[in-house]
Each structure stands twice: as structure tokens, then as C-alpha cells.
């Protein structure tokens, strides 16, 4: 039996419906009060795109958006798009929870969509590009190139890029080929000769039939071919190739070419129960993955309208999935310039700091021990975690090293301590997520090093994935055995860490530390611990636990005692957690909410969500940490952790929330939430309507930019 899982969605679980009947009556007729999971991702996208436009921003900060807008529009069609697709045959396929049929909700997000594209390229065309030119940044087609320009590409063409190209003509002895996933290709008609036609005597071949014919440009050759030796002024790689079609195409004639990409179903879905060996599955899952199903055709805006129907008609696409593209084809290629030394045209780099207790000169177990430290990444230092590892590792009095990786990077210093620890005769049990999407060839690789080192590794949990940012370091100390636990909401990723904003915590608390040893043996052995004093762990308590801090504000609001509720999350899409939040905001708990991407809450609707308030912050960094603030009556509770609202990250995932015990660092985490709320540059408000408006500043000149706040610029 097949290995490979369907994405059809799966139903709530009895208990939840069970909890959700005991709402009132008209929060269980639901639709009108939802908005759509994938057109709310897509305005999340818009506001990526924002941000490319916005001209305030420095010009290759603009750039960078742009690029991050077509990247995450990638992975939307290779895993959003994919899974509706595939829904569209089968005959029961559920309605989305607002109601929509998969067909709806793809004829939606058509609509929805080509117009933000259509402003991206503008944008790129008319002041993106244009500028850079005026810096002495310049990306010229071939055909714009001066002579010595041409020569200059040409020579490039012969001794790097021609040798690995391999063109590819379609006829009866040639089927169409296969186009992999995300590839750029450039498609052109050429004439063949009939068979014994000769050549006349000036060379020109006699007339013969028209073919197909697919280049494909190799991916390890940088799309931006330099054309002096500045190093600053470009041509695109597929102009040039075309321009020297003829070199591939000797003795025939050659239409003019256009480029094409195709997007393709990349997600892997693994039936765990059915698989012996996760990891040996997961390795043939990878080598399959660039064949899914294709899902997206983007072509050049010029391509003739007989070849767009020649390549749907051949890579099994309709009109509707086609998105003709008048720009760059792959935005992402123009990153390169991004690395070139223009610091006047980014934004200023930014200036990390240390926690107090870290730079006194005490070992870092000696600061943990006397007191939790709280860590803001990336405005923190990501050497505080790097360090912690690294000295666990070499600490002659640290007996073992727990931890959860999932996302870690291609060069990750804390996978290289983890096997200096195991060198050193530690204990070492490290969970590699192997399911991680999109890491999972990364997290493959540092797993098999993992093992040669000695490290006892385990590759995640039956039906789970495990997504939670724990460490765990046991250390002798005297006769006590003291655990020092490092808990966050954001990966083991040095380099993600520069860019993502996320909260950690170190502590020694006792009843943490037993927790995480409870947890880790329910990672590592078969142990079914569920009684956890402290954290809060998916799918154990985690719902149940959250279900019950909301409501716990309802009865303080319903008892007239201080009823807060502030949430600062990437998702918030889970049903009964929404209507829960519904029920609460009736009975008159303040709710603001901090949702970087997917919304499905409605706020602002009369009788049900008038006291919910949902901001979104788009700006230089990725909004990344997870903090739940409960007033509580006037004694506050502050959680940090892993876990979004969604129901995959409550009930199909290992997750990890955390207490935040010190009253000092709730005031820290309190502010933070208070900053974000108080934002009008970066912060969008989100409207019943779905729509989001950016927060306007009152007066017009007081401009309040959280993330510059955070970095004290």
C-alpha cells in the first residue's frame, strides 16, 4: 500500500464539537462570521507586496519584498493551490469552514491574485529597475547591449553556459518534455528541413515543419550575466540564450523566445503507520516531489496565444492556471543584486545586544541559575543561544543535552556542538523533525552526521510532527543533578534568527525542567506522560489548556474583575478556539490580537466580535514569536512557545507553550505586546470586510514603528 497520504482535510475531532455545542446557538451557524484560510494568506501576501511599493522604504529593501512576495507565492501554489486542485476530484470533498467548494475558492484566488501581480511587475519595471539604473545598477535585455557589451556576454555564453545546456525539440520520435518544478525554461518554434532537403547554395535550408522546441537554463548559473567587469550591470540569462539560439539550433530556423515556469504539487504526505523505515521514505518522497502534478504556468506576457495553449494542452494546465507575466519571470533571481555592497541602499544594519546577566562575566548556568532571562531575537544576540549549546557541550559537569530541532540551517554551529558534546562522552538525544517542509533534505543530512557522531537521534513521533523549540542540559552540580531548560518560539537557525523576530527564555525552574525531562522521554521512548505541572504540550493539554485561560477571562469580565486578552500570533485559523474568543468577547473581555498572516476571525461584527481587534505587523523582520497575555482578574499570566491557533499545531503537532513565572519578565513581555499595539507605520488593521488599512498616526507626524523601537533606531 502507497506510502503517500491524501491532503484531503480531516474533520473536527468528536471532543471538539462537543465543547462547540455548549457555545451559544448563533455562533454554531459560523460561515458568515469566518473569513477563507487561503484568501486571508493571500491578503497577508498583499501586504508583503506593500512593502515593496512603498517608496519610503531603501531601494533594495523594496527589491527584497518583491522577491519574498513571488517566493511565497511559490510554496502557496506548490501546497495551498495543489491541495485544492487535488480536492476538485474528489466526489466529497468538504466545503472550506466559511463555506466554500474547492472550485470557488480557486476561482477566488484567480481573481484576487493577478492583479497584485500585475502591480508587482509594474512596480519592478517602472520604479524598481529604473532607480537602480540611476545608482549604476543596470539589468539590460541583449537586444540593448552595445557591441563590446555583446561581446562581453557572448564569451560568457561559450565558456559557461552553452556547454551545459541541452535543447530539446518535440516531434513523433521526441515526446514533450518533462518541465521540473520552479524550473525556467525558454520555449521557441524552429523549422526542421524535410527529409533530403538541401541546403541552397547560400546556406538557407529548404522549407521543412514546424517544431517545439524547450530549453531549459541550468539552475547552479546565475540568471544575472555580467556585461562589463564591474560586476554591476547585467543582462538576463535567458535573453542571452535566446540571442544565441542558433548556436543550439545549427542549420535551422528559429522563431523568437519566450520564457516559461511551471509550479508543480510539492507537498509530502506520509502515511507513518505504513512506512517501516521514515527515513528511507522520505528519501524516495524527495526524488518524487519535482514530478507532482503541475499547478501553475507563468509565461512571458508577448508568448503567442497558439504556443499558451500548446504548453497547457501539454503539461495538463487550463487557461485559468496561466499567469502571463510582464517583467522578470522569476523575481527571486534579482536577490543577487541584494549581495552586491550598496549598505546606502538597504537598511542600516542592526545592532544586537546581550542580556545584563549574560555580560557579567558569570558562566551562563550561573546566570540562569539566579535568575530567568528573557531573549528578543533578532534585536537579542543568537549567540546567547549559540554560547548556552556550545558551552553545555564543553562543560565538564554537564551530563546530557536534550533537543528538538527543526529548522537548523545549512551550516549550523549548534549541530556542530551537539557532536562535540557526543565526542566528550555526553549524553546527547536530539529529535530531528524530518517532516519539516522544504528542510527535509537539510534535516536528513545533519541527521546521518548526527548518528556518525554518536548522538541518539529520533526522527519525531506516529501521525505528529514535532515543531516545539525545547533544550534540555542536565548538569552535575555538587550532589544535585540541576536541568537548565531553553524553550522558544522560534527554530535552532542562527541565520533565520537575523531576520525573524522571536521570544526565548532560559530557566532552571524546577518544575519546568521535570517537565521537559517528561517531555523528551515521550519524544525519545514510548512514555505517555500527560500530567505536566508547568507546560503546556500539544496535543496533550495544549487546547484544553488555551480553551480554558479564554474562558477563564469571560467569567473574570461576567465578575466585573480585569478581562484582557492579547495574543501575538502567525495564524489564527482554528474554529473552536474562534468561537471561543467569539463567546469571550460577548461577555466582555477586551481582545486585541497581533496576527502576522492567516486570519479567519472576522472582528467588528455586530452582537459577536465588536471588542476584537486584529493588527497585522509587516515590516523588515518576519513577526515570528507566539505570546499569550490573560489578565486574569488583575493576577497576569504570560505564556511564550511554539504553537499558533490552528488546529494542526494543537492537535496534529508537538508543540510547546511556557509560563512565564517571573513577574519581572511578564512587565517585559506585557511592553512588547503594548509596542506592537501601539504601532501605525508597520501595523494594518484588519476590517470586517477581510480588507486590511494601515494604522494612521494621531497626530499625522507621530509615526511609531515597533520593530525600530525594538532596535532603538
Same mark, same amino acid.
Given at each position: 500500500? !502507497?506510502?503517500?497520504? !491524501?491532503?484531503?482535510?480531516?474533520?473536527?475531532?468528536?471532543?471538539?464539537?462537543?465543547?462547540? /455545542?455548549?457555545?451559544?446557538?448563533?455562533?454554531?451557524? #459560523?460561515?458568515?462570521?469566518?473569513?477563507?484560510?487561503?484568501?486571508?494568506?493571500?491578503?497577508?501576501?498583499?501586504?508583503?507586496?506593500?512593502?515593496?511599493?512603498?517608496?519610503?522604504?531603501?531601494?533594495?529593501?523594496?527589491?527584497?519584498?518583491?522577491?519574498?512576495?513571488?517566493?511565497?507565492?511559490?510554496?502557496?501554489?506548490?501546497?495551498?493551490?495543489?491541495?485544492?486542485?487535488?480536492?476538485?476530484?474528489?466526489?466529497?470533498?468538504?466545503?472550506?469552514?466559511?463555506?466554500?467548494?474547492?472550485?470557488?475558492?480557486?476561482?477566488?484566488?484567480?481573481?484576487?491574485?493577478?492583479?497584485?501581480?500585475?502591480?508587482?511587475?509594474?512596480?519592478?519595471?517602472?520604479?524598481?529597475?529604473?532607480? %537602480?539604473?540611476?545608482?549604476?545598477?543596470?539589468?539590460?535585455?541583449?537586444?540593448?547591449? !552595445?557591441?563590446?557589451?555583446?561581446?562581453?556576454?557572448?564569451?560568457?555564453?561559450?565558456?559557461?553556459?552553452?556547454?551545459?545546456?541541452?535543447?530539446?525539440?518535440?516531434?513523433?520520435?521526441?515526446?514533450?518534455?518533462?518541465?521540473?518544478?520552479? !524550473?525556467?525554461?525558454?520555449?521557441?518554434?524552429?523549422?526542421?528541413?524535410?527529409?533530403?532537403?538541401?541546403?541552397?547554395?547560400?546556406?538557407?535550408?529548404?522549407?521543412?515543419?514546424?517544431?517545439?522546441?524547450?530549453?531549459?537554463?541550468?539552475?547552479?548559473?546565475?540568471?544575472?550575466?555580467?556585461?562589463?567587469?564591474?560586476?554591476?550591470?547585467?543582462?538576463? %540569462?535567458?535573453?542571452?540564450?535566446?540571442?544565441?539560439?542558433?548556436?543550439?539550433?545549427?542549420?535551422?530556423?528559429?522563431?523568437?523566445?519566450? %520564457?516559461?515556469?511551471?509550479?508543480?504539487?510539492?507537498?509530502?504526505?506520509?502515511?507513518?503507520?505504513?512506512?517501516?523505515?521514515?527515513?528511507?521514505?522520505?528519501?524516495?518522497?524527495?526524488?518524487?516531489?519535482?514530478?507532482?502534478?503541475?499547478?501553475?504556468?507563468?509565461?512571458?506576457?508577448?508568448?503567442?496565444?497558439?504556443?499558451?495553449? #500548446?504548453?497547457?494542452?501539454?503539461?495538463?494546465?487550463?487557461?485559468?492556471?496561466?499567469?502571463?507575466?510582464?517583467?522578470? @519571470?522569476?523575481?527571486?533571481? @534579482?536577490?543577487?543584486? #541584494?549581495?552586491?555592497?550598496?549598505?546606502?541602499?538597504?537598511?542600516?544594519?542592526?545592532?544586537?545586544?546581550?542580556?545584563?546577566?549574560?555580560?557579567?562575566?558569570?558562566?551562563?548556568?550561573?546566570?540562569?541559575?539566579?535568575?530567568?532571562?528573557?531573549? =528578543?531575537?533578532?534585536?537579542?544576540?543568537?549567540?546567547?543561544?549559540?554560547?548556552?549549546?556550545?558551552?553545555?557541550?564543553?562543560?565538564?559537569?554537564?551530563?546530557?543535552?536534550?533537543?528538538?530541532?527543526?529548522?537548523?540551517?545549512?551550516?549550523?554551529?549548534?549541530?556542530?556542538?551537539?557532536?562535540?558534546?557526543?565526542?566528550?562522552?555526553?549524553?546527547?538525544?536530539?529529535?530531528?523533525?524530518?517532516?519539516?517542509?522544504?528542510?527535509?533534505?537539510?534535516?536528513?543530512?545533519?541527521?546521518?552526521?548526527?548518528?556518525?557522531?554518536?548522538?541518539?537521534?529520533?526522527?519525531? %513521533?506516529?501521525?505528529?510532527?514535532? =515543531?516545539?523549540?525545547?533544550?534540555?542540559?542536565?548538569?552535575?552540580?555538587?550532589?544535585? @543533578?540541576?536541568?537548565?531548560?531553553?524553550?522558544?518560539?522560534?527554530?535552532?537557525?542562527?541565520?533565520?534568527?537575523?531576520?525573524?523576530?522571536?521570544?526565548? @527564555?532560559?530557566?532552571?525552574?524546577?518544575?519546568?525542567?521535570?517537565?521537559?525531562?517528561?517531555?523528551?522521554?515521550?519524544?525519545?521512548?514510548?512514555?505517555?506522560?500527560?500530567?505536566?505541572?508547568?507546560?503546556?504540550?500539544?496535543?496533550?493539554?495544549?487546547?484544553?489548556?488555551?480553551?480554558?485561560?479564554?474562558?477563564?477571562?469571560?467569567?473574570?469580565?461576567?465578575?466585573?474583575?480585569?478581562?484582557?486578552?492579547?495574543?501575538?500570533?502567525?495564524?489564527?485559523?482554528?474554529?473552536?478556539?474562534?468561537?471561543?474568543?467569539?463567546?469571550?468577547?460577548?461577555?466582555?473581555?477586551?481582545?486585541?490580537?497581533?496576527?502576522?498572516?492567516?486570519?479567519?476571525?472576522?472582528?467588528?461584527?455586530?452582537?459577536?466580535?465588536?471588542?476584537?481587534?486584529?493588527? /497585522?505587523?509587516?515590516?523588515?523582520?518576519?513577526?515570528?514569536?507566539?505570546?499569550?497575555?490573560?489578565?486574569?482578574?488583575?493576577?497576569?499570566?504570560?505564556?511564550?512557545?511554539?504553537?499558533?491557533?490552528?488546529?494542526?499545531?494543537?492537535?496534529?503537532?508537538?508543540?510547546?507553550?511556557?509560563?512565564?513565572?517571573?513577574?519581572?519578565?511578564?512587565?517585559?513581555?506585557?511592553?512588547?505586546?503594548?509596542? #506592537?499595539?501601539?504601532?501605525?507605520?508597520? /501595523?494594518?488593521?484588519?476590517?470586517?470586510?477581510?480588507?486590511?488599512?494601515?494604522?494612521?498616526?494621531?497626530?499625522?507626524?507621530?509615526?511609531?514603528?515597533?520593530?525600530? =523601537?525594538?532596535?532603538?533606531?
Amino acid at each position: 500500500m !502507497s506510502t503517500v497520504a !491524501s491532503k484531503k482535510k480531516s474533520s473536527q475531532e468528536p471532543r471538539l464539537a462537543a465543547r462547540a /455545542s455548549s457555545l451559544p446557538p448563533t455562533l454554531l451557524h #459560523y460561515k458568515h462570521l469566518l473569513f477563507n484560510r487561503e484568501l486571508s494568506w493571500l491578503e497577508f501576501n498583499r501586504r508583503v507586496l506593500e512593502e515593496g511599493l512603498d517608496q519610503s522604504q531603501p531601494l533594495l529593501e523594496r527589491l527584497k519584498f518583491l522577491a519574498i512576495f513571488s517566493t511565497n507565492l511559490d510554496e502557496y501554489f506548490m501546497i495551498r493551490v495543489s491541495g485544492l486542485k487535488e480536492a476538485l476530484d474528489e466526489d466529497d470533498a468538504e466545503l472550506s469552514p466559511d463555506g466554500m467548494t474547492p472550485a470557488e475558492q480557486l476561482a477566488a484566488i484567480s481573481i484576487k491574485l493577478r492583479p497584485m501581480v500585475r502591480e508587482q511587475m509594474r512596480c519592478l519595471r517602472e520604479e524598481i529597475l529604473p532607480q %537602480l539604473e540611476a545608482h549604476d545598477i543596470t539589468i539590460r535585455s541583449y537586444a540593448e547591449l !552595445s557591441a563590446g557589451e555583446r561581446q562581453f556576454a557572448d564569451r560568457c555564453f561559450a565558456e559557461q553556459v552553452f556547454p551545459v545546456l541541452t535543447p530539446q525539440a518535440v516531434d513523433p520520435s521526441h515526446p514533450f518534455p518533462y518541465v521540473s518544478n520552479l !524550473s525556467l525554461n525558454l520555449g521557441m518554434m524552429v523549422e526542421t528541413p524535410d527529409a533530403g532537403a538541401n541546403a541552397g547554395a547560400e546556406g538557407k535550408i529548404a522549407e521543412g515543419r514546424l517544431r517545439f522546441a524547450r530549453v531549459k537554463l541550468p539552475p547552479f548559473i546565475s540568471r544575472l550575466v555580467p556585461i562589463d567587469e564591474t560586476k554591476t550591470r547585467f543582462t538576463f %540569462l535567458g535573453s542571452l540564450v535566446a540571442a544565441n539560439a542558433a548556436a543550439l539550433f545549427p542549420e535551422m530556423r528559429i522563431g523568437k523566445s519566450y %520564457l516559461f515556469r511551471v509550479t508543480r504539487d510539492a507537498d509530502i504526505e506520509i502515511l507513518e503507520d505504513e512506512a517501516g523505515d521514515l527515513l528511507r521514505v522520505m528519501q524516495q518522497q524527495l526524488r518524487r516531489r519535482r514530478f507532482g502534478t503541475a499547478v501553475r504556468l507563468e509565461i512571458a506576457a508577448a508568448m503567442p496565444v497558439e504556443m499558451v495553449k #500548446y504548453l497547457t494542452d501539454s503539461i495538463g494546465l487550463t487557461a485559468r492556471d496561466v499567469y502571463d507575466i510582464d517583467g522578470p @519571470l522569476n523575481v527571486p533571481d @534579482l536577490m543577487k543584486l #541584494y549581495e552586491l555592497e550598496r549598505p546606502e541602499l538597504k537598511d542600516a544594519p542592526l545592532r544586537t545586544s546581550v542580556p545584563p546577566a549574560l555580560a557579567k562575566g558569570k558562566t551562563v548556568f550561573d546566570a540562569i541559575k539566579g535568575r530567568d532571562i528573557l531573549l =528578543h531575537h533578532p534585536y537579542t544576540s543568537y549567540s546567547t543561544v549559540t554560547d548556552f549549546i556550545n558551552t553545555a557541550a564543553t562543560d565538564p559537569q554537564v551530563l546530557a543535552i536534550k533537543m528538538c530541532l527543526y529548522r537548523t540551517g545549512q551550516h549550523s554551529p549548534i549541530v556542530q556542538s551537539l557532536m562535540e558534546a557526543s565526542a566528550h562522552g555526553k549524553q546527547v538525544a536530539v529529535l530531528v523533525e524530518l517532516k519539516a517542509r522544504f528542510d527535509e533534505e537539510n534535516n536528513i543530512e545533519w541527521a546521518r552526521r548526527l548518528e556518525r557522531a554518536g548522538v541518539h537521534v529520533v526522527y519525531g %513521533l506516529l501521525g505528529l510532527k514535532t =515543531h516545539c523549540k525545547l533544550a534540555l542540559v542536565v548538569r552535575q552540580e555538587g550532589t544535585t @543533578l540541576r536541568r537548565y531548560v531553553h524553550v522558544a518560539t522560534g527554530n535552532y537557525n542562527p541565520t533565520t534568527s537575523r531576520i525573524y523576530t522571536d521570544i526565548g @527564555l532560559f530557566t532552571a525552574n524546577e518544575e519546568i525542567g521535570e517537565d521537559a525531562a517528561n517531555l523528551f522521554n515521550y519524544l525519545t521512548g514510548y512514555s505517555r506522560f500527560s500530567k505536566y505541572r508547568q507546560l503546556l504540550v500539544a496535543p496533550v493539554n495544549l487546547r484544553e489548556r488555551m480553551l480554558a485561560l479564554i474562558e477563564r477571562e469571560a467569567n473574570h469580565a461576567r465578575e466585573g474583575r480585569p478581562a484582557h486578552i492579547i495574543a501575538k500570533i502567525n495564524s489564527l485559523t482554528d474554529i473552536v478556539i474562534i468561537r471561543t474568543l467569539y463567546a469571550a468577547a460577548q461577555a466582555g473581555v477586551k481582545i486585541d490580537l497581533v496576527v502576522r498572516g492567516v486570519c479567519a476571525l472576522r472582528p467588528g461584527v455586530p452582537g459577536v466580535s465588536e471588542g476584537i481587534k486584529v493588527s /497585522s505587523v509587516v515590516g523588515r523582520f518576519l513577526e515570528h514569536s507566539r505570546i499569550f497575555y490573560f489578565a486574569n482578574g488583575g493576577a497576569e499570566e504570560v505564556f511564550i512557545g511554539s504553537a499558533d491557533w490552528m488546529q494542526r499545531n494543537l492537535d496534529r503537532r508537538v508543540e510547546v507553550v511556557a509560563p512565564v513565572i517571573d513577574a519581572r519578565l511578564r512587565k517585559q513581555l506585557k511592553d512588547v505586546l503594548d509596542t #506592537y499595539l501601539k504601532d501605525n507605520a508597520k /501595523s494594518r488593521l484588519l476590517q470586517p470586510d477581510g480588507s486590511y488599512e494601515r494604522a494612521t498616526a494621531e497626530p499625522p507626524d507621530a509615526v511609531f514603528d515597533s520593530q525600530r =523601537h525594538f532596535a532603538g533606531t
